[in-house]
């Protein structure tokens, strides 16, 4: 069992910066490959960002390429989502997800999620 917790959402303004966290509990966060999806209301989940149980490899969605960075730190059992450069569309509730096989931006790879943390980014 995993259990994650998402903290660092908030209101910032268009072309402002956030870094979103995850912390797992369990010993074998290492294991799981991260992802960050996101949700705005009446719209479905959609993929963000992926990170390896490593770090090694990482995997993004073409409308954040360039402004967020994924990193994790296995010491910390902690997944980080630094979001710079934020525009109103990244306004979304923002879920970490933790998944034990495969690395990928489908929602069915992932075995564990977060309850999520709000973005709103005002124009």
């Known amino acids: 069992q995993v259990q994650l917790v998402e903290s660092g959402g908030g209101l910032v303004q268009a072309g402002g910066s956030l870094r979103l966290s995850c912390a797992a509990s369990?010993?074998?966060?290492?294991?799981?490959?991260m992802g960050w999806f996101r949700q705005a209301p009446g719209k479905e989940r959609e993929f963000v960002v992926a990170?390896?149980?490593?770090?090694?490899?990482?995997y993004y969605a073409d409308s954040v390429k360039g402004r967020f960075t994924i990193s994790r730190d296995n010491a910390k059992n902690t997944v980080y989502l630094q979001m710079n450069s934020l525009k109103p569309e990244d306004t979304a509730v923002y879920y970490c997800?933790?998944?034990?096989?495969?690395?990928?931006?489908?929602?069915?790879?992932?075995?564990?999620w977060g309850q999520g943390t709000q973005v709103t980014v005002s124009s």
């Open positions: 990170i390896s149980w490593s770090g090694g490899s990482t």
């Open positions: 997800a933790a998944a034990g096989v495969g690395l990928g931006s489908s929602p069915h790879l992932y075995d564990y």
């Open positions: 369990g010993r074998t966060f290492s294991r799981y490959a």
